[in-house]
Every structure is written in C-alpha cells, then in structure tokens.
C-alpha cells in the first residue's frame, strides 16, 4: 500500500490518510470492541488489533505514520492487510491530507463517501451539466428552480447552446414530446448521456440517464405509447400529433422538491456514482409518496439504436430444435424452467411504463382456489366494446394454475404472447399470389377450415354471432398479398398470410377474410417448450371442435384416480358455491389426451354451464389444465352473470342445462376412464417430446409448421404452431376431420349433416 501520491500538479507528493467513511461514526471501548455506527445500524468489530487500529483512524494519521506506529503491537504488512480488508469492505477511505479543512462541507463529503466515491475528488472538480428545457412555461416546465438546484448542488450550469458538459438534463411535460427525438439523436452522435425529467405534476418522473451504449429515447417510447394506446387513438381521431397537452397540477414544496430530486441524480451521476435505478425511469406519486423504479432496457430491434432487420432474420432460417432438459413436471406442464425462474428473468416486463403490461394481479373476482390472474388490457387487439366474458378471456391477458405463482407466471407469459403476436412492421413479408407461390404456399382456408356454405351465409350470420365466429370474405388466389415463412421441423418452407399469423396486420382487398387468432400461439420457458405448448393446444381445440360441433357422448374421467389433493380441494370449492363439477375425456384419433372440465349451478334457476379444456402427454396435466381453464372462466360467469354482450356466450348460458345438451354428461353406461388407462411416455427432454409429436402428425397425414415470433426485446420466447387441417373449436365447417373422426372413432355410424351441427359455437 503505496503511502504517498502525486498531487494534482505533479510535484510534491500528497500524503494520504486512512480513516472511517465520513458517514460513519466511530467509538471504541478498550476490550468491548470497536462500534462504527451509521443510518443503516451499527457494525461491530472485536479484538485488541482492530480496536488499536480504530482509534487511529480518525482523519488524523496518515499512512506511512500508521505503519510505523505498530498499533496492537502489528507490524506494518499486518496493519496494511488489516486496512485493506477495511477498505475493501467499504468502511475506510483514503484521503488526501488536509482535505477537510474546507468549511461546512462536512454532511457532503459525508454523502459521496454513502455512496462510496472519492470525495476530496468530486468536491476538487465541480462538474458541469448543460440545462435544456423542452416546452415553455405554458407547458408545464420551468427550468429556473432545476437551474437553482444545479447550482446549489456545486454543479455548473450551462445553457441549451453552452459548451461541452459532463451531463445534459433535459426538462419535458411528457417523455412522448417528440422534440426529445432531436436531442436524442444529437446526443447519441456526440457520444454524450442525457437524463431526462418532468419535475412538474402530481407524479414526477426521473431518468433514465440515456447513453450512447444503452437504450435510447425510441426504446422507451415504444413501451410508453402501448400504455396509452386509447390516447393514441384519440389524437389520431382528433387529428393531432403526438401526446395529449393536459394540465400540470403543481404546488411550490412540489416544484422545489422536484428540482432538488433532478439536481441530485444529475450531481451524482457527474460525480461518478452509478447505480441501477440511472437505468431506470424513477417515478414519485407525489399524492402518497410512493416511488418506483421503472427498467428500460434496451431494444435489440430498435430502429434508431439497433438492428430492425432481427426480427426479418429470425423467420429465415429454419426452426431449429435444441436439447431441453425439464425442470419441472409439476404444476401445469412440463418445462425447462420453474415458475419461481420465469418471474425471476422477466419480471421487468411488468410495468406501467417501460413493460410489455401494466401489472399483474389476482383476478379480484374468484375465489382463494382458483388461482386466477389477470396481467392488464391485451395491448396486442385493437378491438373495443367487447362484452364481459371476452373482455376477461381475450382483450385481457389471464393467468391460470394449480398454485398462485404457476397463475402469475400464466399471466405474464399470455402477455408475451399476446404482444409478441403483434405485427410492428418488422416482420419478414414475400409479396405474392397463392398461384405465384407455388407448392410453398399455404391456402389459409386449410388452416381456418371455413365452409362455402359458410361464406355464402355470412352476411347473416355476422350481426347475430360474437366477433370471434366472424366469416370473412373467400380469399381469392389470384390476388398479391404478404406472405410470412413457417417452417417444418424437417426444414421445409412453408409460406402463409402475414395476416393471418400476425394481430393487427395491414389487410388489402384480397386479406380481408383472413384475419390472427390464438390458435397454435404459445409461450414457454424455451423454443421448444413453446412449440409443445403450441402444438397441444392445436389438438385440445381439434379434439374439442369434434366433441363439441357433433355432440357426442363421451366417458367421464374417474377424478378419485389420479390421487390428487389439489383436485379434490377444487371439487370442494365448487360444492362450496354450489356448483358441481365432472370431466369428460374427448381425446381424439390422435391418441393425445384431451379433457373436458364441466361445472353447473345446482341451486339456481340457470344452471350457468361453463367449462375448460387441457391436453397435454401426461393425463395428469391435461386435466389439471382442464380444470384451472375451468376456474379461469368462473369468475367471468360469478361477477358478470348473464350480463353479457356476447350473443353466444348469453344464449348459452341461458338456456343450457345437462338435460337439454346430454352430451355435456358422461356417457351412459360406459366405465369412467382412470388414470391408469391413458397412454403416456415420460421423456426427459422437452425436445423429445415435440419430435414425438411431430412423428405423430405426419404418421396422421399432417404437417407441424412453426413460426418463432419471440421479440428479441421481450426474450420470453413465442411461436405461432400451425398444422393445416386440424379444427380449431370457433364455428368453422369445412369438411375434414370434423366430419371423418367421429365415424373413425365409432362415435357416429355416419358423418353429422351439416344442418344438424351443435347450434351453439364454441365462445371460450
């Protein structure tokens, strides 16, 4: 430990001097120890070397006297490997000597040394910070109490044209103004930070501090805008651009503290402190004093500071599938990470300002066993006026499980799903006709199943049936429209509408009638854990569609079987609302188990039918699943009632009963599947199972197609699942396995007549 250094002009050397961080206070008692005391309680040191040590570091001593001094009767390399432990722990600081000789900066030099920088240095050179005030008076920003508090805080002050600074604060009413979109290119040029501030309204927001290296304005205002979506449309409507200009609510103690709030983050950031909030936007709800530390992180896509073309990329190249060991089996799938590991990863995703969705919350209208949550407004759908029922089930995302954080983590994942569904304009597009295309093609009728009779009925059909059983115009063809690559787990291109495998897409004429739906979308804790999900709900909604379209009946599940505690505490808590609940097992050809959970009223007038459905290799989980997606829809039903704007939805649930829809019952006479009975394979890996399935779709005459939507600035991943001809469970009459399977299971002798088909759509 060298005694001596050079001082700032290169002549005589400095003498340091060892002593405790000035915000702590030391006291030592021969034999009871040394006692260092602070804000954040007391730290005890014992034994004789360390007390003798103590007492010398008062400021007062400087090192090459602390050494020779042999306190405790150490010699000098044991007193230097004490000190440097001491200062390695952050309790002892070298300073220059003489260095508190300057009067009434005690508390100060106190302050950097809490942070755990150099004092004597920051309070050497005072930093200089460039002032820029983005708006007027009449906006809302004042610059002159945050220039005061600049300069209180030792901190030079230049203006917007002034000359080089350490830091620019920059002063808004919104983060959204897009004047801020100037300075962020300027300063990403120069190689400077920025922090930005609205030291004005009831809440105040800090930070980030926006560096060359890190996220950039652009990032953030791509999360802020999905929060404000409504405004959005307002101002479009209204024809202006921009945020909404609204008034800023302010008193003088609020004014003064907000400029003293910026004026400290920016002289500890010129000082040399950095910590994790300066990445963060800070907000203060000056109402009730609560703050919050929003993470920005930045957008690997982004096209100002990164590399629009990744999310292009990413659908070029084939699907490749990776070993994917399972972490858990518990709960409601098989996954490659827990629970408790997603929310830890992704938990910044969850944010009312710089994630992907609000918040997420247990769905205050279920009851304890259910264990349903709801993550904020699903910013992937653009739809509005949509009734309770598909309010709670599409426009918002849920979360659903066998234990609360298995459902927080359902939510959280549905909203990555959702939200990296959404077209941004980044995707890869082919512009083309189906005949130009070739045999790459997709017709998206193979995939949508529509039947003619149903196009030609449409326009009847529509204002009488829910949105989701909307029929579009036939696609036609001949017509160009974009094309967005899928691929086959062999490798195989495979090409469909973008509008199709994308929310939101702009549709020209001839895409009208083709529009996303869930179908096949999943997230999971890896690609392939993604692509099982995906896949499995594909053959839970084919195998629900064949149930459900020729209302077959079908065994019960014997529940007892499966030895489960948390089964039979959902079946208590039915009985505890005066409901009953059954399940049905409606696997199909396919020999994947697929269950039905069923619950009615028994003390009502209505007896409010409503139902789940799972499927998944492990029976176990297929049904597990079934009954949380069960108590999923039950606080929709609970709190809404018949109160419904779903037409389908109503009419179901007023009219409805066991009696008349017998199908809903297990079937008469035939034994109770148990447990024992269903076929299942335990695989270790995840991507074991998904070649299973795979083989199994192509021994059935199907193909697994796979489109990776995963957002490079989410990570969670996301794939869209495709397998042309599989029915999905909405109201779609193509012929095709609708029509055969029933006949090959022996369900049915001959297919169902159209005309004879369950009158009510499937509304879930």
Request: with cysteine; charged share 25%; proline share 8%.
């Amino acid at each position: 430990m060298d005694a001596r250094v050079p001082d700032d002009g290169g002549g005589a050397a400095t003498p340091q001097v060892p002593a405790f961080r000035r915000h702590l206070r030391a006291e030592v008692r021969a034999g009871k120890g040394a006692y260092l005391f602070s804000e954040q309680g007391v730290i005890a040191m014992r034994g004789a070397k360390i007390e003798s040590l103590a007492a010398l570091l008062d400021g007062t001593h400087d090192l090459d006297r602390l050494l020779r001094g042999r306190p405790g009767g150490m010699p000098p390399e044991e007193v230097a490997a004490l000190l440097a432990q001491l200062v390695d722990a952050g309790l002892v600081t070298l300073r220059s000597h003489g260095g508190d000789t300057r009067p009434g900066d005690e508390r100060a030099l106190a302050y950097w040394d809490a942070c755990g920088i150099d004092a004597d240095l920051v309070t050497a050179r005072p930093g200089t910070v460039r002032l820029v005030a983005v708006g007027d008076s009449a906006d809302g920003v004042d610059a002159g109490p945050v220039e005061r508090a600049l300069a209180g805080a030792g901190l030079d002050v230049v203006g917007a044209d002034g000359g080089a600074a350490d830091l620019s604060v920059v002063l808004c009413a919104d983060y959204l103004d897009p004047r801020l979109a100037a300075i962020d290119h300027a300063h990403r040029r120069a190689g400077r930070p920025w922090l930005l501030a609205r030291p004005s309204g009831a809440q105040v927001w800090i930070g980030p501090v926006l560096r060359p290296d890190g996220a950039c304005w652009h990032c953030l205002t791509h999360r802020l805008w999905g929060h404000r979506h409504a405004e959005a449309c307002v101002q479009q409507e209204l024809g202006h651009a921009g945020p909404a200009r609204r008034p800023v609510p302010a008193l003088p103690p609020l004014t003064a503290a907000a400029a003293h709030l910026v004026a400290l983050e920016a002289a500890k950031w010129v000082a040399g402190y950095r910590h994790h909030g300066q990445q963060c936007v800070w907000t203060l709800d000056t109402l009730d004093l609560q703050g919050r530390l929003h993470e920005l992180r930045r957008r690997p896509q982004c096209p100002s500071c990164g590399d629009p073309w990744l999310v292009a990329w990413r659908s070029v190249r084939p699907v490749e599938l990776k070993p994917a060991k399972k972490a858990t089996t518990g709960g409601g799938g098989h996954r490659t990470a827990t629970p408790a590991q997603m929310l830890d990863r992704y938990r910044h995703l969850v944010s009312p300002v710089t994630g992907i969705v609000k918040e997420i919350r247990p769905d205050p209208a279920a009851p304890a066993f259910a264990n349903a949550y709801r993550s904020g407004p699903n910013i992937a759908r653009g739809v509005t006026g949509m009734a309770a029922l598909r309010a709670g089930l599409r426009c918002e995302n849920g979360g659903k499980g066998v234990t609360p954080l298995d459902a927080e983590v359902g939510a959280l994942c549905e909203a990555a799903e959702r939200f990296s569904g959404n077209f941004q304009g980044d995707e890869l597009r082919i512009r083309g006709s189906y005949h130009e295309l070739g045999e790459e093609a997709v017709h998206p009728n193979t995939c949508m199943l529509f039947a003619d009779r149903q196009y030609a009925g449409r326009a009847t059909w529509n204002p009488e049936h829910a949105d989701f059983q909307r029929v579009g115009e036939p696609f036609d063809p001949a017509a160009r429209v974009d094309w967005t690559p899928l691929w086959s787990l062999s490798g195989r291109r495979r090409l469909l509408p973008t509008s199709y495998l994308y929310y939101g897409s702009p549709c020209d004429g001839a895409a009208r009638g083709v529009r996303a739906d869930s179908n096949g979308s999943a997230a999971g804790s890896s690609v392939e854990d993604a692509i099982l999900q995906g896949a499995l709900e594909l053959v839970e909604r084919d195998a629900v569609a064949i149930w459900w379209y020729n209302r077959t009946p079908v065994p019960g599940v014997d529940l007892a079987s499966f030895a489960d505690p948390w089964l039979d505490e959902v079946v208590a808590g039915y009985a505890g609302l005066g409901r009953e609940l059954w399940v049905l097992d409606v696997t199909s050809d396919l020999g994947i188990p697929v269950t039905v959970a069923l619950s009615r009223r028994i003390d009502g007038p209505h007896e409010d039918v409503i139902f789940g459905f799972g499927a998944h290799l492990d029976p176990r989980i297929a049904v597990r699943r079934a009954v949380t997606e069960l108590n999923q829809m039950l606080p929709v039903v609970q709190s809404a009632g018949h109160d419904l704007d779903d037409p389908d939805a109503r009419r179901w649930l007023s009219y409805a009963t066991v009696a008349n829809q017998p199908y809903l019952r297990p079937a008469a006479g035939v034994r109770m599947r148990t447990a024992a009975e269903f076929r299942f394979v335990n695989r270790p890996d995840v991507r074991d199972d998904v070649e299973a399935l795979d083989r199994l779709f192509t021994r059935a005459g199907l193909e697994l197609l796979v489109l990776d939507q995963t957002r490079p600035d989410v990570g969670i991943p996301v794939v869209k699942v495709v397998v042309p001809g599989l029915r999905p469970f909405w109201a779609r009459f193509a012929p095709g396995r609708l029509f055969d399977v029933p006949v090959r299971l022996g369900r049915l002798a001959a297919p169902t007549p159209y005309e004879r088909l369950n009158p009510f759509p499937m509304f879930l």
